[in-house]
């Protein structure tokens, strides 16, 4: 019941959050759901062991396939994102046979170099990708006009509510499948992988298949951008966000499953509201680079260690002392 | 609040109206969404939405400080005028860090809680994520980049540079004054910026007789080592070796190799921003003759008869001044849009935007900073919405950039426009070839 009441408070919250904000505000908080969903996905490839450097330019994948969907087959939006999702899926299925020969930096490396593959393919087929410029006028959702009803996707908090659904549904089912038997066999592959091995467990079939899956919400989550700002091109995944989505997955934490969510909210608030908000513009990459420092050397298990602290004291509070008298009877 | 209000769309009339309201326009505001005048206390507010940070920032940050000069200036001498009202002018800056879903962000922030009446971009990538906030609103945009122009956006106007066409007057330059020159090879990074550059070199070389040795070089805009990209430029021994349109970050380490692998040849570039550092770290010997588009403006030439952009010399003192070691190919540029803004403005007793484009255009000719040029573009980007005319050639002597010549854009296209249109299509830069 306590549960229940915590999670209505914070979809209650969700929902009233966009209209107490500014418009500039609604805009970000847009990107921030989406970014919320790439750096859970990312957490899900982690639970391997294994890290890579091409998660963005996967998230691309998805979104270039999504808005050639729509552009050239005027596929339906929502449909377009589901193929853009799966398509980034395969792809990294494709990818996992030459990068599950490898293991650790090695892998990293890999991922790296296949990743500029693909982005260089963009990069070098103006047809269909559009070349260095990408593509533009990218479909937008429908606008929605039934009755009193209208909907216009254009606007950050229509879209919000969309993306809101979008990424809530992605978020319960990657936290289903890290309960599951699959999502344990997971933290198996990667804390003992002798041990699984010997138990029977295939540890590339599972690499492989923390790959994919994480592989198919970074594609989603890439076309949830594409349709939303209208236009793509090869810099917008480019090694730079990737910095980006390692520095929210490991200043949040990758233990917990809000770890990365944690880390993504606090560190674009921090760089995209509070700094720009006390005039740094320019300074921004400085002051931004010196917080993530001090975190990782103040905070080395990363700011969800923060959360377990304040949960342990509640929990300290909450249970009463045993008192003296009773303790000697 | 029910679910229509919750989501409707906004039109360019509520959109502006919202705008002028937030900036308390008070009764300019829905009632007359048409005069959009962020007049709070007679203040118009620009916004200026441009990389301030990150590897483009040197195409930002400068045009900004150079708008800060422009409106002390302009707010000393009465500010501008509109319909009998002095108003003083405020910029606005916003870091889009050159990403379009940033950009956007800033178009929001600036139209609908900043209330600006005019927005000065860079353009390139960016642009396309502004281009639906621009649909939406019918507020007038400018960019630098006229690659960006297509009929489909009708706010957007080029009035300051014809990136990168302008590119042909060096070369015409290089060919009348060294005809011993006859072979050229080429770099740029392979981007938005560098490929429709790429097509304008190839055109001139082409129309100057100068026949090119190799296909140009393209690199990723992630290159940080050069000296394989220099190697091989030599490798051909080149009479010329073109630039293209790098970014700065890309034009030091470029001529820091040249120099320490012993080219000796001529050197062409769009741009050389902070040359004085690339002198330094090469040599003055080196760098003597280097032949680029951008001024510096204490030239004697910036205060020649058809100059239009006011007091050059004393403009380039003060920036100086305020921002030492920091003037680039964009600081008077944004500064140069504002004069033409600041003067449509007036003729038409308003800032909405729709007013101030028209008197902006009126006749088909404009006061560009280096003269008198024409609205132009319908061959090239499908729209009459870049001012063109005469662009200088500037070359470094004895370690300061001089303007040498100034060359005339639509009298290179008359004779040679079907050339660029060739090479254009081939790199797909033609509007109408954009995905």
């Known amino acids: 019941m306590r549960n229940f009441l915590i999670w209505l408070i914070v979809a209650a919250g969700l929902i009233a959050l966009p209209h107490t904000l500014s418009f500039s505000l609604q805009e970000i908080l847009v990107f921030l759901v989406i970014n919320v969903l790439l750096v859970v996905s990312y957490r899900l490839l982690t639970l391997t062991g294994e890290w890579s450097l091409g998660h963005v330019v996967i998230m691309g994948v998805g979104a270039y396939t999504s808005a050639l969907m729509t552009k050239r087959l005027g596929v339906y939006v929502p449909v377009s994102m589901i193929m853009g999702a799966l398509m980034a899926g395969f792809v990294a299925f494709l990818l996992s046979f030459p990068l599950f020969r490898m293991k650790g930096f090695y892998f990293l490396i890999g991922s790296f170099a296949s990743a500029e593959i693909i982005r260089l393919l963009w990069k070098r087929f103006r047809e269909p990708f559009g070349g260095p410029k990408g593509l533009k006028r990218i479909d937008s959702l429908a606008d929605i006009n039934i009755g009193p009803i209208q909907v216009d996707f254009f606007e950050p908090v229509a879209y919000y509510y969309f993306a809101l659904i979008v990424v809530a549904v992605c978020l319960w089912i990657l936290w289903r499948i890290e309960k599951s038997l699959v999502g344990l066999t997971f933290h198996a592959v990667h804390w003992q992988d002798k041990l699984a091995q010997a138990s029977g467990v295939d540890l590339r079939r599972y690499r492989t298949l923390a790959f994919v899956l994480a592989s198919s919400f970074a594609g989603l989550s890439g076309a949830l951008l594409a349709h939303y700002i209208g236009t793509i091109n090869p810099n917008s995944f480019d090694v730079e966000l990737m910095v980006f989505v390692l520095t929210w997955a490991i200043v949040g934490g990758t233990a917990t499953f809000y770890g990365p969510i944690l880390g993504c909210v606090v560190l674009t608030l921090l760089n995209e509201v509070v700094l720009r908000e006390m005039g740094f513009q320019q300074m921004r990459p400085l002051i931004y680079g010196a917080i993530m420092i001090g975190s990782i050397l103040f905070l080395p298990d990363g700011l969800e260690s923060l959360v377990k602290r304040a949960m342990a004291a509640w929990k300290r509070r909450s249970t009463p002392a045993a008192e003296p008298g009773k303790e000697s009877a | ?435």
């Not at chain 2, 916003?94 to 600036?110: C, F, I, S, V």
């Not at chain 2, 484009?357 to 000719?365: P, R, S, V």
């Not at chain 2, 010549?405 to 660029?420: C, H, K, R, T, V």
Request: one cysteine or more.
């Open chain 2, 1 to 435: 609040m029910n679910v229509k209000t919750l989501f409707k769309g906004l039109s360019r009339r509520s959109f502006l109206g919202s705008a002028a309201s937030v900036a308390g326009a008070g009764a300019l505001s829905s009632s007359f969404p048409g005069m959009a005048i962020a007049a709070e206390d007679n203040v118009i507010k620009i916004g200026f939405l441009a990389p301030l940070t990150g590897p483009v920032a040197a195409w930002g940050k400068p045009g900004l400080d150079g708008c800060e000069i422009w409106a002390d200036w302009v707010n000393a001498a009465g500010g501008i005028n509109i319909g009998g009202t002095a108003h003083t002018v405020e910029f606005v800056g916003y870091d889009n860090e050159y990403d379009p879903g940033k950009a956007r962000t800033g178009a929001t922030k600036l139209i609908r809680e900043d209330g600006v009446s005019f927005v000065m971009m860079l353009g390139g990538d960016t642009w396309p994520g502004v281009e639906p906030v621009a649909d939406k609103t019918g507020m007038l945009f400018s960019t630098l980049l006229p690659s960006d122009l297509s009929p489909d956006s009708e706010t957007l106007i080029a009035p300051a540079e014809v990136h990168p066409v302008y590119n042909v007057t060096g070369v015409e330059w290089l060919a009348k004054n060294k005809p011993e020159l006859k072979t050229a090879v080429m770099c740029a990074q392979d981007d938005a910026l560098g490929l429709p550059s790429v097509a304008t070199y190839l055109a001139a070389f082409e129309a100057a007789g100068i026949t090119m040795q190799d296909d140009p070089l393209l690199f990723d805009p992630a290159t940080t080592d050069f000296a394989p990209v220099v190697t091989r430029l030599m490798s051909t021994d080149p009479d010329i070796i073109c630039l293209d349109t790098c970014y700065s970050d890309y034009v030091h380490p470029i001529c820091e190799q040249l120099f320490q692998q012993g080219y000796k040849g001529q050197i062409i570039s769009c741009t050389a921003d902070f040359y004085d550092q690339i002198i330094e770290k090469t040599s003055k010997e080196f760098m003597e003759g280097f032949i680029f588009q951008f001024p510096d403006f204490d030239d004697p030439a910036m205060e020649a008869e058809g100059i239009n952009f006011k007091n050059a010399n004393a403009f380039f003192e003060e920036f100086n001044k305020r921002f030492p070691g920091q003037w680039g190919a964009v600081s008077w540029e944004y500064a140069a849009i504002m004069d033409l803004w600041k003067a449509a403005a007036e003729t038409a007793g308003s800032t909405d935007p729709a007013a101030v484009k028209e008197a902006m255009m009126a006749g088909g000719k404009g006061l560009h900073a280096f003269g008198e040029a024409e609205w132009w573009g319908s061959d090239l980007f499908g729209i009459d919405h870049a001012l063109v005319g005469d662009w200088p050639v500037v070359v470094i002597e004895d370690g300061k950039a001089r303007i040498k010549a100034m060359g005339s854009i639509p009298d290179w296209y008359a004779a040679n426009g079907e050339l660029l249109k060739k090479h254009m299509a081939a790199y797909g830069q033609m509007w109408d070839q954009r995905t």
